[in-house]
């Protein structure tokens, strides 16, 4: 509902996060980044990151963190163990260098994981066979459930020792916790099983420790699933109620909604073009020529449209009582955020948009008819098997790496895709 007498222009003004006060209401979202390849933060992960903080964000989210070595969702991530502590705190501090806060995404694949990735099998709340990867997972015992639990604490009080302002719980996408809540996953017959009080339990319990381990120390933010697109799976109704839980428990500060897995239909978080050329790309033979056969099916076909989570979003706003609520998902304008704002959403967190342009923010704040040059072709996604980026970025677009897969860069639904640059920017991309 609309709150009347709100001026939109705050969201480029403080605010707080729990304990933390950012220079504006905007995140950059987790976006997996490969840039750690043996696990550890690098020079070239901080430059990453430094490009967003100095474009103005409020706070950059450094993605993805494992929890665990079996935690591992993909190639050159984190992980969470005392021997990464100096680069966190290298990577903390320059970001505060540039007036930008620090999250640390912490995150168990489960399900999404590998076994040639993690070197033994995947975990699940059941057993699972994952039809995109075609990994069997096997079901998780009760004392695994608590290690599990634990590792969460262990990294969240990592992350906190390395100056990081801000901890986000991965519950979303059919990782591990998200798996949980998934009617379709989870088949267990004992209290973290059957209805969604009981799947829910599992997330709450992973709050209520990294919350005694951080104290108020630091904001905590869990990333929740909405809907999933998946029959029998994550639906509002259920996620509204583990919503209702986490906020009267009262162990975060913050809930980012978001929609999707990473286990099937994976455009239900994306939506927009589907890229199976650049994921075939990475593939061996025969699964290259699968993927291009069925993977518009598996992956699924969404339109994009702009602020695509808006409905469903809107939906937790008389939900939750003591808990911000984050908006993602296809915000490309100003007007979107003043909308949000005026809705009732505090924060607001961006993706594939500051890949194309870092500097975004301070764009839309000097110029209030600027629209983004992303334009969803989502080739950012199978970028995440090397480095992910955008594949138009300067930086990249003429390496070997993008090959062929590269589309044609169009033009913005405001005119041409360059609408906005400044003859400097323009000199500077040689346009």
């Known amino acids: 509902m609309t709150t009347p007498n709100v001026d939109p222009t705050e969201v480029f003004k403080p605010t707080k996060l729990g304990p933390v006060e950012l220079r504006n209401h905007f995140i950059k979202a987790a976006t997996s980044e490969g840039r750690s390849p043996n696990g550890k933060v690098t020079d070239e992960l901080i430059a990453y990151h430094e490009g967003f903080a100095a474009g103005g964000i409020g706070m950059t989210t450094l993605a ?116 949980f809540l998934s009617g379709w996953i989870n088949r267990r017959d004992d209290e973290y099983g059957g209805h969604i009080e009981n799947r829910s339990r599992f997330v709450r319990e992973i709050a209520a420790a990294v919350k005694e381990r951080v104290g108020d120390d630091v904001a905590i933010i869990a990333k929740m699933s909405m809907t999933d697109g998946i029959p029998g799976s994550i639906t509002l109704p259920d996620s509204l109620q583990t919503a209702q839980m986490l906020d009267a428990d009262g162990n975060i500060d913050a809930l980012l909604l978001t929609q999707g897995s990473s286990v099937l239909r994976q455009m239900w978080l994306f939506r927009g073009d589907v890229p199976v050329d650049g994921f075939a790309e990475h593939m061996p033979f025969p699964f290259d020529v699968g993927v291009k056969l069925f993977g518009k099916k598996m992956m699924g076909d969404f339109p994009y449209e702009d602020m695509y989570m808006f409905d469903d979003a809107r939906q937790f706003l008389d939900k939750v009582k003591n808990t911000k609520l984050i908006l993602l998902g296809g915000l490309t304008r100003r007007e979107h955020f003043e909308l949000g704002y005026k809705e009732g959403f505090e924060f607001f967190e961006i993706g594939r948009a500051l890949l194309r342009e870092p500097d975004m923010i301070q764009k839309i704040e000097k110029q209030p008819e600027y629209r983004t ?15 992910t980026h955008c594949v138009y970025s300067p930086d990249y677009a003429a390496t070997p790496e993008d090959r062929q897969i590269r589309p044609e860069e169009t033009a913005g639904a405001s005119g041409s895709m360059y609408d906005g640059m400044t003859a400097k920017e323009k000199e500077k991309y040689g346009l």
Not at 82 to 107: E, I, N, V
Not at 128 to 138: A, L, V
Not at 165 to 171: C, I, K, V
Not at 373 to 383: A, R, T
């Open 64 to 179: 993805y963190c494992a929890t665990s070595k079996r935690g591992f969702s993909a190639p050159g991530q984190i992980l969470m163990e005392r021997d990464s502590l100096p680069g966190l705190r290298d990577f903390t501090a320059t970001m505060h260098a540039h007036g930008a806060k620090a999250s640390s995404q912490l995150g168990h694949a489960g399900p999404v994981a590998t076994r040639p990735l993690i070197g033994e099998t995947p975990w699940a709340p059941s057993k699972f066979f994952s039809p995109t990867s075609f990994n069997y997972c096997k079901g998780i015992s009760k004392a695994e459930i608590q290690q599990a639990i634990r590792e969460f604490a262990d990294a969240a009080e990592l992350a906190a020792e390395a100056g990081f302002d801000a901890l986000e719980l991965h519950f979303g996408h059919l990782y591990l916790p998200s798996s």
């Open 373 to 387: 040059l992303c334009d969803h072709n989502n080739y950012c996604m199978p970028s995440v098997f090397g480095r």
